[in-house]
């Protein structure tokens, strides 16, 4: 089968980019999108152009390096989906393909579909973790966790940092991002003593990073490849308004 | 220890990193509750609910007040409304309260989301080249839009029938002649029909997200946004409608 | 190519004495930093998976000044994040006899006794404070109803003492370690270079003291000095091109500490998983992993008739083989790894494989649909039924999955001491990236267990013995000079060549080479013809490869064609290693090393030793240094699935 693409290209960062378009022969369609991408890119080098980086690796939906717009849709067609667990089977020949980079100003275009995603690192490093030392742990069942409990954090915890939800977002928020790793950690009793504190550090620097506000439109969980639920933003407001209510 | 011995010019980014990195101070607390609430955009949604609930509130007491069209004499309901709490406030000084209160709300509603839009705006300062219908709800997507249309309704509205300006009868105090003279124009129905039908969508999304800004989800919560935003548009718009087609003259 | 014998191995440093007390006299006698002074000692840290993130943050958190490197665009993507099955730990909280001893053992045996005892008894004791700390950091374990933690057993043990998360125990083990890192990414104490590869080691007086990187999106090429190095950039199975790891996965780091004078044991170890999805194209990037646990309830079949193309579901059950029903009775479908990938590839050399090109075998539900029911089938495996439905298009509550081995691990990497050590001092080496406690053979759920033991436990107790020592005063700029320049002439020389083929077509056509001679079988004639082919197609390679664009920039056909590089000379060490060893070992068959019934048969007389080889160069014979096991605790006896 025969595709016609029409990629962002953008030599770095600070370059002016635009579509292009190339014809994509020989795929199958069992090929991955990727590996359409892989086939494609292969031709550019051969012939002496520069192929077209896109972040990936793992391949297998899990380690969230991958993710474009595909056709408008972050990861492309196909529900709690991963652009890298694509097929071209679910693309219909005869249309083309728009395949646009993460749009953002916390995310800035890198080279091609390639951006730099390093804000959501340090949405994480202001507070989405546990305070305790290596080694200084109680032994595991010390504390027991209420199967409810455990159930929701690892439900927020699937999280894979794609970005997809700051990408989808018309507000360009990483809310569902934030919110994904406070209700995990504000779950378990092992992260009440900093629940409050974490869920403000966090907002505040999102915030400060340039993320947009959440208004709450539900693009974000509509093209989460882990299906990371709208309630976990409640929950996060929940715990900021508390914050700000104790002066935490 | 952490150096590089040759004092060349491509080590010099490198140079500079010889000690530990400073520990980031950690941003100061904001001093009192507004101020805390105000610095982040969880806390203006917040603002946004609250003010939203407010207003919501007196929607519900404005609606029932119109239907007493229905079933009363709408006159003396305003007429009762100025001489509620009269001994202390003074005849028509609760109605002087409660409309400083919602001039408060609005501006603070509206002062939060033209905040958070522009603040939505230099996120996305690119956009996407092809972007198809969106996955969310349609209310969702009209929020602002909305909000500008029932603003530019709330202005009209007050110089229709509350200073009467733009009235074609426009005497004060006689509101049900007002009203009357108002809805038997089929062009001022249209145009109270697009406010509220854009009331009724602000208050879908708004009476949902809002209970979620405030960090609550219950069960149910969409449809029983959908049922009161139901009630409240069948509401204000059963007034014009009644007049138009003559059941109330 | 041949090799050279070379002196054996004297010192691993672990102690002598009772075994159970080894660590624990270990970390008395391992001499500690001031934690005035720690600030001082910088520690680069090379890979930020399980056991390096764990590793950085825990360095961090102790008052040492950590460089952090990684290739990916943030730490938390490294390729432990894709481990599905569990983490082992001696916790016994399922009551069911498990013991320390008991994971010794089994871990001991898992490895067909080609370990070392200290080494495997360590991650034994280890294993249990691992689960704590992780549960401290809110990793979401699976639990049952009361609350406490739930166990599972996994890859045939005997006891439940495997932790899980669902099929993401990887991924919740790496976030956690990711955040802690990033706790001390924010405190100041590690400084965290994402999209940064390391490209050489720099030694200095005989010690390795910092390494040369490329910024991936700058293309600037920067050295980082430190006193003490940690390696722990996992495994090197991409060099068969097709594998279970992710596409960036790459031997770059340890081969170049190797060509630095680290040796690097036990090669030729790769471990097959047997249940990943077959091989669908020639363009095929990446193999797919199947949860070992489907194995519990499906059943291994293929037709009795060679070249039998007739739908599954059409051939009767007269016509089907269960093969390992029939070759193994007690064990069935559930014999370990080795044995049930090299089954599959016996069936399909015979001709009776399914699905394209004849390389997969059907793994059949329906029986466990009819005794179990749809429903509970469907709880047990519905996710990895929804993947591999996703991935091949067919229903396995209809049709049988098709089912082929893929690489999945290697137990092989640079040779360390019980300290972790390698041979160049101030060089470290753990998880994956290192040899030493999987021996010839790894145990389903123990890569996470001694990634995190690792990093969080063994490397931080021991390295300030060795930096008590320091700080080691200033480097010479020679030997930094010369490390970048070195690497400088290597993305010269990829961009110059500009020849007719991509990296990607090298690195598929030494896969395919890899896959054939030394995969799940290895023969003398099949060796011998992959130690033939590999030179000629490394000098094909040199003269032919193409990479665009130029070093200043984010540029992937640079990136790809080093790693390729690396593999090609790596592969042939790999080749070297499996010839050498002529006896049939755990990941390591020898066609002409087995029993009657085509088991593998071990030679505990002459290769009871780690092989460790030394650099001599590139296509020179290198030298094989032994290090001979000791069994003191545990006797080697045969290996028996019968």
Redesign the interface.
């Known amino acids: 089968m025969k595709y016609t693409l029409r990629v962002w290209r953008q030599t770095g960062p600070t370059a002016t980019g635009s579509l292009v378009e190339y014809e994509v022969d020989d795929v199958t369609p069992d090929m991955s999108f990727l590996e359409m991408l892989d086939v494609l890119n292969e031709r550019l080098q051969l012939a002496g152009d520069a192929p077209v980086a896109f972040d990936h690796d793992c391949r297998e939906g899990i380690c969230g390096a991958c993710g474009v717009m595909i056709d408008g849709v972050a990861h492309g067609p196909g529900k709690a989906t991963t652009t890298c667990q694509l097929h071209m089977r679910q693309f219909d020949p005869a249309r083309p393909i728009v395949i646009e980079p993460w749009r953002a100003a916390p995310f800035p275009v890198v080279r091609d579909l390639v951006v730099d995603r390093s804000a959501l690192d340090r949405v994480i490093e202001a507070g989405g973790y546990i305070s305790t030392r290596t080694g200084a742990a109680p032994d595991a069942h010390a504390l027991p966790v209420a199967k409810p409990d455990a159930d929701t954090a690892f439900e927020a915890a699937a999280c894979i940092g794609c970005g997809a939800c700051v990408a989808a977002c018309p507000n360009g928020s990483s809310m569902l991002f934030t919110a994904a790793k406070t209700t995990h950690l504000g779950a378990l009793p092992q992260g009440q003593p900093e629940r409050f504190t974490r869920a403000r550090t966090m907002v505040e620097t999102q915030d400060d990073l340039g993320f947009g506000g959440c208004t709450l439109t539900g693009e974000c969980t509509a093209v989460c490849p882990k299906g990371i639920p709208l309630s976990t933003i409640a929950r996060l407001n929940h715990d900021v308004l508390t914050a700000a209510m104790r002066g935490d | 220890m952490y150096w590089t011995t040759r004092p060349r010019r491509s080590y010099r980014g490198r140079m500079a990193v010889t000690s530990p990195a400073p520990v980031r101070p950690e941003k100061p607390v904001a001093q009192g509750f507004p101020r805390r609430l105000w610095a982040s955009t969880v806390g203006k949604k917040a603002v946004m609910a609250v003010t939203g609930a407010i207003l919501f509130g007196y929607l519900l007491a404005h609606m029932i007040g119109n239907l007493t069209i229905f079933f009363g004499d709408i006159d003396g309901y305003g007429v009762f409304l100025r001489r509620l709490l009269a001994p202390v406030l003074g005849y028509g000084g609760l109605v002087w309260v409660i409309r400083a209160v919602l001039v408060l709300a609005v501006v603070l509603h509206m002062t939060a989301a033209i905040q958070l839009a522009r603040r939505s705006a230099r996120a996305r300062p690119v956009g996407y080249a092809k972007r198809p219908r969106a996955q969310g709800g349609y209310a969702a997507r009209t929020m602002r839009w909305g909000g500008v249309i029932i603003a530019l309704f709330v202005g009209y509205h007050l110089l229709d029938l509350t200073a009467g300006v733009l009235n074609p009868h426009g005497v004060d105090g006689q509101i049900h002649a007002n009203v009357v003279a108002d809805f038997r124009h089929w062009y001022v129905v249209a145009a109270y029909t697009l406010a509220v039908v854009a009331l009724g969508f602000h208050l879908r999304h708004g009476l949902w997200s809002g209970l979620r800004s405030l960090g609550r989800a219950p069960s149910r919560s969409a449809a029983a946004a959908l049922v009161v935003a139901l009630v409240i548009t069948i509401g204000f718009l059963s007034v014009p409608y009644a007049v138009l087609f003559g059941i109330v003259r | 190519m041949s090799y050279r014998e070379g002196d054996p191995i004297a010192d691993t440093r672990a102690p002598a004495g009772p075994l159970e007390t080894r660590w624990e006299r270990r970390r008395f006698a391992a001499r500690l930093v001031n934690p005035a002074n720690r600030?001082?000692?910088?520690v680069v840290v090379v890979g930020t998976g399980l056991a390096g993130g764990?590793a950085a943050?825990?360095l961090g958190?102790l008052g040492y000044?950590v460089?952090s490197f990684c290739y990916?665009?943030?730490?938390?993507?490294a390729?432990s994040?894709?481990a599905q099955g569990g983490i082992n730990a001696a916790?016994n909280?399922a009551g069911d006899g498990d013991s320390v001893h008991r994971l010794f053992h089994d871990t001991i045996k898992g490895g067909d006794f080609r370990s070392r005892e200290s080494n495997v008894h360590r991650l034994a004791e280890v294993s249990t404070?691992i689960?704590?700390?992780?549960?401290?950091?809110?990793v979401?374990f699976?639990?049952?109803?009361?609350?406490?933690?739930d166990t599972r057993s996994f890859g045939g043990a005997q006891v439940s003492r495997t932790f899980y998360?669902?099929g993401?125990t990887g991924?919740?083990l790496l976030?956690g370690a990711?955040?802690?890192l990033?706790?001390q990414?924010?405190?100041?104490?590690v400084?965290?270079h994402?999209r940064t590869e390391m490209l050489d080691l720099v030694v200095a007086d005989g010690r390795a003291r910092g390494v040369v990187v490329r910024d991936l999106?700058t293309g600037?090429i920067?050295?980082?000095?430190?006193?003490a190095v940690v390696l722990a950039t996992g495994g090197y199975g991409n060099v068969f091109h097709l594998s279970?790891n992710?596409?960036?996965c790459n031997t770059t780091a340890i081969w170049r500490a190797h060509k630095r004078g680290a040796l690097f044991a036990n090669p030729c170890y790769t471990q097959i998983h047997p249940t990943c999805i077959p091989v669908?194209?020639d363009?095929?990037?990446?193999l797919?992993?199947m949860s070992e646990s489907l194995r519990n309830d499906g059943r291994v079949w293929v037709p009795v008739q060679a070249g039998d193309d007739r739908p599954p579901n059409r051939i009767p059950e007269d016509e089907r083989d269960y093969y390992l029903e029939r070759m193994y009775p007690s064990f069935g479908n559930l014999v370990p790894r080795d044995i049930a990938s090299r089954a599959a590839k016996a069936v399909c050399d015979a001709g009776r494989g399914v699905g394209p090109g004849g390389l997969g075998v059907y793994l059949d539900f329906a029986d466990a649909i009819e005794r179990l029911g749809r429903a509970s089938v469907a709880a047990r495996y519905g996710n990895l039924f929804e993947?591999y439905q996703?991935?091949?298009?067919e229903d396995p509550y209809q049709v049988p999955m098709r089912i082929y081995p893929a690489v999945h691990y290697t137990m092989g990497g640079l040779w360390v001491d019980y300290d972790l050590r390698a041979t160049i001092p101030g060089l470290f080496v753990i998880g994956e990236a290192n040899f030493s406690d999987h021996g010839a053979n790894r145990l389903g759920a123990s890569a996470l267990m001694q990634g995190l033991a690792d990093g969080?436990?063994v490397l931080?107790a021991v390295i300030g013995d060795y930096l008590a020592d320091?700080?080691?005063?200033?480097?010479?700029?020679d030997a930094?000079?010369e490390a970048e320049s070195a690497v400088r002439d290597l993305v010269t020389t990829l961009l110059s060549i500009d020849g007719?083929r991509?990296p990607?077509?090298f690195h598929r056509e030494l896969g395919r080479l890899m896959w054939d001679l030394c995969g799940m079988e290895r023969s003398e004639e099949g060796l011998h013809k992959a130690l033939d082919r590999i030179p000629s197609l490394r000098e094909e390679f040199w003269r032919r490869v193409?990479?665009?664009?130029s070093g200043a920039?984010?540029?992937?056909?640079l990136e790809k064609a080093g790693r390729v590089a690396d593999f090609l000379e790596l592969a042939e060490l790999m080749c070297v290693d499996a010839l050498h060893r002529t006896e049939s070992c755990g990941g390591h068959f020898r066609v002409e090393s087995q029993t009657a019934d085509g088991d593998a048969r071990r030679d505990d007389d002459h290769f009871a030793y780690v092989a460790a080889w030394e650099f001599t160069g590139v296509g020179e014979p290198p030298v094989l240094h032994h290090e001979h096991l000791r069994f003191e605790a545990v006797r080697p006896t045969v290996r028996s699935y019968k």
């Open positions: 600030r001082k000692l910088t764990s943050a825990t958190e000044n460089l990916q665009d943030s730490p938390r993507r390729h994040i894709a916790k909280y404070s689960i704590d700390q992780c549960v401290a950091q809110g979401p699976a639990r049952e109803y009361g609350g406490l933690l998360a669902r993401q991924q919740q976030l990711y955040q802690a990033a706790r990414i924010h405190a100041g104490t400084r965290s994402p999106v600037e920067s050295t980082h000095l430190a006193d279970t992710a596409k960036g669908s194209g363009h095929q990037s990446k797919t992993l993947m996703r991935i091949t298009d969080y436990f931080p320091g700080p080691f005063g200033p480097v010479g700029a930094v000079s007719d991509t990607e077509s193409k990479v665009t664009g920039e984010l540029n992937q056909a």
